[in-house]
């Protein structure tokens, strides 16, 4: 089974960027669709947003995250980044990678922690 590793979350100031990485243990030809999702303080995990999605058919983002945030996937690294630019206090939440692969179950990160300061 895939799994995935996030990392590259932090503080930053309203305006600023961020770029997360989600290392995938295993070989990222076996997933179908990785996408972002994130967790706002105070919110359950059964409410986690849906940020981000792509797979061979292209790219597929939140409304709120339209024209800020870019997801891309880098094969020979094994890797799905999601660049955020213009980060709004909004966006502070916990950022995790779910992969769903061809075949079998799907599989979560343990997140990383993206905090946008006013």
């Known amino acids: 089974q895939v799994q995935p590793v996030e990392s590259g979350g932090g503080l930053v100031q309203a305006g600023g960027s961020l770029r997360l990485s989600c290392v995938v243990s295993g070989s990222i030809f076996s997933i179908n669709v990785a996408r972002w999702y994130r967790q706002p303080p105070g919110k359950q995990h059964k409410q986690r947003e849906f940020v981000a999605a792509i797979n061979s058919g292209g790219t597929n983002y939140a409304d709120s995250v339209k024209g800020r945030f870019t997801i891309s996937r880098d094969n020979a690294k094994n890797t799905v980044y999601l660049q955020m630019n213009s980060l709004k206090p909004d966006d502070t939440a916990v950022y995790y990678c779910?992969?769903?692969?061809?075949?079998?179950?799907?599989?979560w990160g343990q997140g990383t922690q993206v905090t946008v300061s006013s």
């Open positions: 779910n992969l769903e692969p061809w075949q079998g179950e799907g599989s």
